[in-house]
């Protein structure tokens, strides 16, 4: 299955169908409910706190209301920087989400950042099982290259990954921009926007995986179970082999584990440069699966 | 190459295994173009992973197959020129149907303005008009089979594959299939599989039949059904023992086989000078003479004895295979 195969109206269709059926059968609204859900859960799990603390604090100054908000988000920026041992190497990057953009919408994102890819399996895990599992891809097959259908749908729920992103948060950042009123809309809109880019390029890998298990199988809910013990495991087996030794954090990099943080450095290079890191685990992972799906019975 | 007098199929040494199962062994034929052609065999001979391995869902170990001469491996070049009704395979629950067929119509390239118009057309001819807005979940089996027909005819395929397409279907619409299918011999080359033995015999110009994954005959059904002495009759009414005798003790008469009776299966024995007509003529006298009516004669074999005779099957294997019919 080479590029050449692909058909890009075809695509096109396949893509549009296969967003269409997500929606209407239930398992893309399951993941669309749930990914807002936990969006806006976190959101308000930081939001709420400090709109507490302000309303308790009475008359305080814009200067001491922002005080406020740094003391509230520098922990959770620290934790998930540095497991909240922030040194000389990290200090200038939790300064400059805490100081230099906003801290509260810095701390949302952090939280996003583990959480998502958490998520995503349960929008991405039947991309092809079930329907090699029923043989409903029979009537396609002699339509249409087996390419088109593995990357029309991992294209598919791409989009529907992305729109649920685009969705929470701007919602996040309406609510900022309209009813917490600390930040001015410019910084609140820009940074948001760069949320939005490392949320979006950061789904691509997971959802990619998540193509490759569901061709290697025939049983969605085998391919749901799999998806989120192999991207919760990695994560798990990181964080267990770093209490044992130092290196133990390279397991992250079998996944974006390893790298996804970096999407909020303040260098712009560090940030296209993780960018670029997430799209070729992309690349690398939706052609594992597409060399599976090419070669498979189905 | 001229695919005019080319096969429309050709099958060439395809082997598959499922684990330690051999599923196909070196299996080869050749379909000729514009016919309809059988694919017969017991269960588990290898019909449908056959047909799976021509249509590329399933990869053959071994040998290669041709469909109006492209490689099947290769589908870019058999789209909208071969399409197939597979076996049990499910169709979106939700999804209405007509948006189904119609997504597979865009897919061979046509817009979606005349492919609602044609899928609405092919809808209604396999009977599925009034249900053309609901998912596939509100079908029961038969109409379910009906839509994977209905998908199959789609377009103008050159070659349509259709794995057992009246099983599970009532009398009328059995009936309504078999009509499309001969209607479809004119422009379409047709391989069928089917239990029933009658149908394919009724409908098919060639067969080949699959034992235990290997083909144990092929060839055009007059052929084959003509290459033995055998007289098929049904009779008015069951003869008695003595009746039988009588049939029996003709000088043509080598054996009969009475276990269907009133159908009986006469193997003639045509010695040196005996004429295959004189010696039909001989039983039929008798016959008549002991006021047993035939109500039905076939000269030859008929499918159902060929297929037992290379099959090495029986009544009650056979019974325990359900016919659509």
Same mark, same amino acid.
């Given at each position: 299955m080479s590029v050449g195969d692909i058909d890009t109206r075809q695509l096109k269709l396949i893509c549009l169908h296969t967003m269409r059926h997500?929606?209407?059968?239930?398992?893309?609204?399951?993941?669309?409910?749930?990914?807002?859900f936990f969006g806006l859960f976190v959101a308000n799990a930081v939001i709420s706190p400090f709109e507490l603390m302000v309303s308790q604090s009475g008359g305080a100054g814009p200067a001491e209301v922002e005080q406020g908000v740094i003391q509230f988000a520098r922990p959770i920026v620290e934790w998930a920087i540095a497991g909240g041992n922030v040194g000389p190497g990290t200090t200038a990057w939790v300064e400059f989400l805490l100081n230099g953009r906003p801290a509260l919408l810095s701390a949302i994102f952090f939280i996003l950042l583990f959480g998502t890819p958490l998520l995503i399996p349960f929008g991405g895990f039947n991309q092809t099982s079930g329907d090699i599992g029923n043989r409903g891809l029979r009537y396609l097959l002699l339509r249409t290259e087996?390419?088109?259908?593995?990357?029309?749908?991992?294209?598919?729920?791409?989009?529907?990954?992305?729109?649920?992103?685009?969705?929470?948060?701007?919602?996040?950042?309406?609510?900022?921009?309209?009813?917490?009123?600390?930040? /001015?809309?410019?910084?609140?809109?820009?940074?948001?926007?760069?949320?939005?880019?490392?949320?979006?390029?950061?789904?691509?890998?997971?959802?990619?995986?998540?193509?490759?298990?569901?061709?290697?199988? /025939?049983?969605?809910?085998?391919?749901?179970?799999?998806?989120?013990?192999?991207?919760?495991?990695?994560?798990?087996?990181?964080?267990?082999?770093?209490?044992?030794? /130092?290196?133990?954090?390279?397991?992250?990099?079998?996944?974006?584990?390893g790298v996804q943080k970096q999407l909020f450095r303040p260098e712009l290079s560090i940030v296209v440069l993780t960018g670029g890191a997430c799209l070729l685990y992309t690349v690398v992972f939706a052609w594992l699966g597409a060399r599976k799906f090419r070669t498979r019975d189905v | 190459m001229d695919e005019n007098r080319a096969p429309a199929v050709r099958i060439r040494n395809v082997s598959k295994r499922f684990d330690d199962i051999h599923a196909l062994v070196d299996v080869s034929f050749d379909v000729p173009p514009h016919s309809i052609f059988g694919l017969l065999g017991p269960n588990g001979a290898g019909?449908?992973?056959?047909?799976?391995?021509?249509?590329?869902?399933?990869?053959?170990?071994?040998?290669?197959?041709?469909?109006?001469?492209h490689d099947t491996r290769h589908t870019a070049e058999l789209q909208g020129r071969l399409s197939i009704l597979p076996q049990d395979a499910a169709f979106q629950r939700s999804t209405p149907i007509l948006e189904q067929l119609v997504f597979f119509r865009t897919l061979d390239g046509q817009d979606r303005a005349s492919a609602r118009e044609e899928v609405r057309r092919t809808l209604e001819l396999v009977g599925l008009?009034?249900?053309?807005?609901?998912?596939?979940?509100?079908?029961?089996?038969?109409?379910?089979?009906?839509?994977?027909?209905?998908?199959?005819?789609?377009?103008?395929?050159?070659?349509?594959?259709?794995?057992?397409?009246?099983?599970?279907?009532?009398?009328?619409?059995?009936?309504?299939?078999?009509?499309?299918?001969?209607?479809?011999?004119?422009?379409?080359t047709v391989v069928l599989s089917s239990h029933n033995l009658a149908e394919i015999q009724e409908l098919c110009d060639h067969v080949a039949i699959l034992d235990k994954?290997?083909?144990?005959?092929?060839?055009?059904?007059?052929?084959?059904?003509s290459s033995a002495?055998?007289?098929?009759?049904?009779?008015?009414?069951?003869?008695?023992?003595?009746?039988?005798?009588?049939?029996?003790?003709?000088?043509?008469?080598?054996?009969?086989?009475?276990?269907?009776?009133?159908?009986?299966?006469?193997?003639?024995?045509?010695?040196?000078?005996?004429?295959?007509?004189?010696?039909?003529?001989?039983?039929?006298?008798?016959?008549l003479d002991l006021g047993a009516v035939p109500r039905r004669f076939y000269e030859g074999q008929s499918l159902e004895q060929h297929f037992l005779a290379v099959t090495g099957g029986n009544g009650e294997e056979r019974g325990a295979e359900p016919t659509s019919n």
């Open positions: 997500s929606l209407r059968s239930g398992s893309g609204l399951v993941y669309f409910l749930l990914a807002m087996r390419a088109n259908i593995y990357y029309g749908r991992l294209l598919a729920n791409i989009i529907l990954a992305v729109a649920v992103q685009i969705l929470v948060i701007a919602t996040i950042a309406l609510y900022l921009g309209l009813k917490v009123r600390i930040y /001015d809309g410019m910084a609140i809109t820009t940074w948001s926007l760069q949320g939005l880019f490392a949320l979006s390029i950061l789904t691509l890998p997971y959802v990619a995986v998540c193509a490759w298990i569901s061709a290697s199988n /025939d049983s969605p809910m085998t391919s749901l179970f799999v998806a989120s013990a192999v991207i919760g495991g990695v994560l798990l087996a990181a964080f267990l082999a770093q209490l044992k030794w /130092d290196g133990g954090h390279w397991i992250g990099w079998l996944l974006p584990w | 019909k449908t992973t056959l047909f799976s391995i021509v249509a590329n869902f399933l990869k053959a170990d071994n040998g290669t197959i041709e469909v109006l001469g008009g009034d249900y053309a807005k609901r998912g596939a979940r509100a079908l029961s089996h038969g109409m379910m089979k009906r839509l994977g027909i209905a998908q199959a005819f789609l377009g103008t395929p050159e070659v349509i594959l259709l794995d057992e397409p009246t099983a599970g279907l009532d009398p009328a619409n059995v009936r309504q299939i078999r009509n499309l299918i001969l209607e479809l011999r004119e422009r379409t994954g290997r083909v144990v005959t092929c060839g055009p059904v007059a052929e084959l059904t002495r055998e007289l098929d009759l049904r009779l008015s009414r069951p003869l008695d023992e003595d009746e039988l005798a009588r049939l029996t003790s003709l000088v043509a008469v080598a054996s009969v086989d009475p276990r269907n009776a009133p159908d009986y299966a006469l193997s003639l024995d045509l010695g040196e000078g005996r004429d295959w007509d004189d010696a039909v003529a001989s039983v039929l006298r008798t016959l």
